[in-house]
C-alpha cells in the first residue's frame, strides 16, 4: 500500500504487443518483459504506488533510443525514460503501460574540454561515475542531489542539492541536450559555446520535462576546477529564525558560500541519535565555503561573526579533511537517522522552496502541523535557496499513516505556495504533485499543455507525468 | 541604404485599420500613426532597413497590452513590442506592418525584497534607472549591455555583456516574467522562489524569444549585493592567444573575475587615438574583481602572476574609484572611438560566442579576414566567455560598403559555427540572423517552428524574427 496512483486508460494491447515484436527484433535480449525487471523499473525511490511497463529495453546509443521510439510513435505505444530510479515523485512509473527505455547502459563520458570547463555524457552516466572520471582532471561537476543518479535523469528532473547556492541547479549547468523527440527525430538543443541568444531555449524547456517532450540520450554539462581550498563549518542557534537570518546576512554580505544546510531540533535529535554527534538538539547549519586558503579563512571567519549577531553557538571550523568528512557525514545521514527512529518504517521525503525572507514562517509554521501529527517528520534544508524538505517517517502499509502523510504533505505545499513558493524546489512534479502544479502556475499551466500538445501530440512521452493532459 | 529586409506578406488594410479603430477608442491619444513616431519605432540601433509599424500604442499596464493583443488577434494584426529601440539585429522592424506596442511608459519598479535579493520591475524600466532606484539599498542589478535597455527587451534578447563571466546573462537572472500571450491572456512564468522544479520552464522558453512568442509586461530579477571592495586592472600581451591563455588559465584557476575584456590590436589603436590613453597598441585585457578587500588584492594578484607567465606586461591595477573610472572608460568609449575612425562612418557591430578554447583562433582568423578587407573593423569581447564583437566601420549609404560587411559578417558567423559555437552570443537573431539559426540548430529549429506555432498560430507576434514561418 502506497499513495494511489492516477488511473489513466491503458495502452491498447494489439498496439503494445505490435511494438514490442518490432523492438524485440532489433534489440533481442536487450528488451525483456521478466516481471521483476519490469517491477523494479515501475518504482522509484518514493512510496508512490508502482506501475511496471509491459517491456524494458536497455538502449546502448541514441540511435537505438530513436528506433525504439520511431516504434513506439507509429504504435501509439507509451514510453518511459529511466536512468537510476532514484527519483521521488513517481516519476518512472508507467501508469498506461509501454515501453521503458533504460539508459544505464549509456555510460560513456564522451569528451572532456578541460580548457572550457566543460563536458558531454551519455545520459546513463551517473554524478559519481562523472567525478570518478575526472579524478586525475582538477575539475569537478558540483551538483549532488543525494542519490548517486544519472546525469540524464538529473536533467530531466531539474535536479540541485546541496551547493546549488553556489554552483546553480541544472537548470544553470547543462550546456546542452540531445534528445530524441516523441516522433524519433534526433536533436541537439545547443552548441558547446558558454551563452548564446540563437533562438528558443530548447535546452531549458528540456531540462525539468521528466521525458514528458522526448528521452533525453546525452548531456553536456559545466565543470569547475577544484577549489584550492575547503573548509566546514557546524553552528546551532537558538530558534530556526535565528538560523535563518544568519543565512539571510551571509548572503546579502556576497559570501560565496558553496553550501548551507539547516537541520532543525528533531533532525538534530535523530542524527545525534544515529551518528552519535557532539551538537546540540537544536536548529543547526552546516556550511562549506570554496576558495583560496586565504579566501575560505575569511569566509569562515565573516560567517562566524554573522552568526554571533544571532546567538549562534558552538561554531565549528575546519579545514582538515577527515574532520569535513565527519561533519558532512551526519548531515548525509539525516535520512537513515530518520528511518531508524521507527522500526519497519519508510521515509517519505518531500520538498517545497519559498523565497528566503519567508523561509522561517515556512519552517515554523510547518513544525506546529508536525507537533500535532502521530507521525515524525523532521526537517532537513538547503536553505541557501530557500529550500527544505519534510521527511515523514511512516509505514507505508498503514492507510492511516498513508492518509496523515498526504495530509502534512498537501497543507505544506499549500503553505508554500501561500509565501509566494514553489510545490517542489528540486523533486520535480512526476505524478504526485500534478494537481499542486495547477495550484502554483494557474493559466501558465495552459501554455505547458499547448507545448506538450504541439511536441508529443499523441501523448506517449511518460503520460501522466506534470500534466494532466 | 542597409542591409535589406526581408519582404513578408503585409497586414490586410481592412484588419489593419478596424485593428487600430478599436485601439483608438480604448487608449485615445496614446495610439498615434504619426509619420515620425512610426519612424522611430522602426528601427533599431543596426544598419538593418528600418520597417515601421501602422501604428504605435504606449501601453501603461499589463491589462492594457492584453487588450491591445486581444483586438490585434480578432483582426491577426501583426505586434511588435518596443522598448528602448537598442537591439541590434532588426528587432523592432514591423516587417508586415501592424501594431508596435511601446512599454517605455511601464517604467515602475513595483517591489524590491532585500532579503530575498529580488525584484520585481515592469518591462520598460531600464537597467540604469533599476539601478538608481536601488541607490541606497546595497544592492544591485549586474547585467550590462552597454545600451541602457528597458529589463524587458533585455530579457527577450536574452542580454547579456561585460559581467556576465561572473554573474550569468538575462538567463540566469531572471526569476520570473508576465507575459501577455498571443491570444492576450496574462500569464505569470513563475513564482518568487530561488529554484524550483514544477513544470517547464517557461520563464526561459520566453527569455530569448524577442518578442515572438508573447510580450513581456513584467520581469523578476535577482539582485546583488553591492561588493565591498572592486578592484580594475589592465594589461597587455605579445598576441591574441597569450591574452585568451591568461583568460583560461584565470576561470580554471577559480578566480572569480566580475569582469574579464579584450581589444585587438586595432582596437586599442582605435582608443588610443580617441581616449588619449596610454597603453600599447597591443591585444590588451581589462579585468575587474569584486569581493572583500584582502580577496580582490589576492585575485589580482593570482591574475597578474598568470598574465605574466604569459607574456603580459604593463599590468596596471587599481582600487581607486577614479583610476578606475578612467580605466573602463577607454573600453567603454570603444564604439565611439571606431566610429571616430572614419568621418561619417557608423559601426555594424555583430557578434558570435565560441568555447573559449576555439576563442583565439576565430579571432585570429577573423583578424586575417580583416587585414586583405578595405573596411577597418576592430574587436572587442567579454571573453570569459568566448564572446566577441566585430565592430565594422562603415559608411551605410555605400552599396558596396554594406555587401562587404555582409561579407565579413557572414565569413564570422560562419567560422564561429564551425568552432562549435552560436552565431550571437547576446544581440539576438532578429531578421539578421535567420538564416545562420537554421545553420546553427539544423534540426531543433523544426522543434522551435512547433512551438510557435502552438503559442502563435496566426503568426501575429513579431513576425520575421528568429524563425522562417
Given at each position: 500500500m502506497a499513495a494511489a496512483a492516477p488511473v489513466l486508460k491503458p495502452v491498447a494491447p494489439e498496439a503494445r504487443d505490435a511494438a514490442i515484436a518490432a523492438i524485440k527484433q532489433l534489440l533481442g535480449e536487450r528488451l525483456t518483459t521478466a516481471h521483476a525487471v519490469r517491477e523494479q523499473h515501475?518504482?522509484?525511490?518514493?512510496y508512490h504506488a508502482s506501475a511496471p511497463p509491459d517491456a524494458v529495453v536497455f538502449a546502448e546509443t541514441t540511435e537505438e533510443v530513436a528506433d525504439v521510439v520511431r516504434i513506439c510513435a507509429q504504435h501509439k505505444v507509451p514510453v518511459v525514460p529511466f536512468g537510476t530510479?532514484?527519483?521521488?515523485?513517481?516519476?518512472?512509473?508507467?501508469l498506461r503501460g509501454g515501453v521503458c527505455i533504460d539508459v544505464s547502459r549509456m555510460n560513456k563520458v564522451l569528451e572532456v574540454n578541460a580548457d572550457d570547463l566543460d563536458c558531454r555524457v551519455q545520459a546513463g552516466v551517473t554524478r559519481k561515475a562523472l567525478n570518478e572520471y575526472l579524478r586525475d582532471t582538477g575539475l569537478f561537476f558540483p551538483i549532488d542531489p543525494?542519490?548517486?543518479?544519472s546525469l540524464g535523469g538529473m536533467a530531466a528532473t531539474r535536479a540541485s542539492g546541496t551547493n546549488a547556492v553556489r554552483y546553480g541547479t541544472m537548470r544553470e549547468n547543462v550546456l546542452s541536450l540531445t534528445v530524441v523527440t516523441p516522433d524519433g527525430r534526433i536533436v541537439r538543443t545547443a552548441r558547446r559555446a558558454r551563452k548564446s541568444s540563437a533562438g528558443y531555449d530548447l535546452t531549458r524547456l528540456f531540462v525539468g520535462s521528466e521525458g514528458t517532450l522526448g528521452v533525453i540520450t546525452e548531456v553536456a554539462l559545466r565543470l569547475y576546477g577544484i577549489p584550492q581550498a575547503m573548509s566546514s563549518a557546524m553552528c546551532s542557534f537558538p530558534s530556526v529564525a535565528d538560523a535563518v537570518n544568519t543565512v539571510i546576512m551571509t548572503i546579502q554580505s556576497g559570501v560565496p558560500v558553496a553550501r548551507i544546510e539547516l537541520a532543525d531540533g528533531p533532525q538534530m535529535d535523530a542524527i545525534r541519535k544515529f551518528?552519535?554527534?557532539?551538537?546540540?538538539?537544536a536548529p543547526t547549519l552546516w556550511l562549506e565555503f570554496h576558495g583560496t586558503e586565504a579566501g575560505v579563512k575569511e569566509q569562515a571567519e565573516m560567517v562566524q561573526a554573522i552568526a554571533a549577531d544571532h546567538?549562534?553557538?558552538?561554531?565549528k571550523w575546519t579545514t582538515n579533511p577527515e574532520d569535513r568528512k565527519r561533519l558532512w557525514q551526519a548531515r548525509h545521514d539525516a535520512a537513515y537517522a530518520n528511518k531508524a527512529l521507527r522500526q519497519g518504517a519508510q521515509v517519505w521525503a518531500t520538498d517545497v522552496c519559498v523565497p528566503i525572507s519567508r523561509l522561517a514562517e515556512c519552517i515554523t509554521e510547518t513544525q506546529k502541523d508536525i507537533a500535532e501529527s502521530f507521525l515524525p517528520a523532521p526537517i532537513v534544508g538547503h536553505v541557501g535557496d530557500g529550500n527544505f524538505h519534510l521527511t515523514i517517517v511512516l509505514k507505508p502499509d498503514d492507510p492511516k499513516e498513508v492518509a496523515e502523510a498526504e495530509r502534512l504533505n498537501d497543507r505544506l505545499v499549500k503553505r508554500a505556495l501561500a509565501l509566494e513558493?514553489?510545490?517542489?524546489?528540486?523533486?520535480?512534479?512526476?505524478?504526485?504533485k500534478v494537481d499542486f502544479l495547477v495550484a502554483e502556475h494557474g493559466e501558465a499551466v495552459s501554455l505547458m499543455r499547448q507545448i506538450k500538445k504541439a511536441l508529443d501530440p499523441d501523448g506517449i512521452m511518460n503520460p501522466g507525468k506534470i500534466l494532466r493532459m
Open positions: 515501475g518504482r522509484d525511490e518514493s530510479g532514484t527519483s521521488l515523485e513517481g516519476h518512472v512509473a508507467a543525494g542519490a548517486d543518479a551518528s552519535k554527534l557532539d551538537m546540540p538538539v546567538g549562534g553557538a558552538d561554531f513558493g514553489t510545490c517542489t524546489g528540486e523533486h520535480g512534479v512526476g505524478y504526485g
